[in-house]
């Protein structure tokens, strides 16, 4: 499995913006869909963008398109999330994950992905 270790996250107003990366170590990055997910206090782990191993398909949810970005470099191993427009039903832990098997397939299911980070917490005070 890879490794992953997200950073970025924070405190930032409404409105406001944050750039998150995920930084990878221990596979093949570049054989990887990627993908966001975040996590609100009392709710299930929700979709937010998933990024193929090239980085020339994306797929977003619907909360987050037009406000968020995804991009990757296979180069650096790391793939980053950068949010604007930030509202409060933003605020949530943000993980990064990997697919390892599915290949050209982008999925949005949580269960599909087989590593995780840790996690990175933002919160859109407003």
């Known amino acids: 499995q890879v490794q992953l270790v997200e950073s970025g996250g924070g405190l930032v107003q409404v409105g406001g913006s944050l750039r998150l990366s995920c930084a990878a170590s221990g596979g093949t990055f570049s054989s990887y869909p990627m993908g966001w997910f975040r996590q609100a206090p009392g709710k299930e782990r929700e979709f937010v963008v998933v990024?193929?191993?090239?980085?020339?398909?994306?797929y977003f949810a619907d909360s987050v398109k037009g406000r968020f970005t995804i991009s990757r470099d296979n180069a650096k191993n790391t793939v980053y999330l950068q949010m604007n427009s930030l509202k409060p039903e933003d605020t949530a832990v943000y993980y990064c994950?990997?697919?390892?098997?599915?290949?050209?397939?982008?999925?949005?299911?949580?269960?599909?992905?087989?590593?995780w980070g840790q996690g990175t917490q933002v919160t859109v005070s407003s």
């Open positions: 990024i193929s191993r090239s980085g020339g398909r994306t």
């Open positions: 994950a990997a697919d390892s098997t599915r290949g050209v397939v982008l999925s949005t299911t949580p269960a599909d992905f087989d590593s």
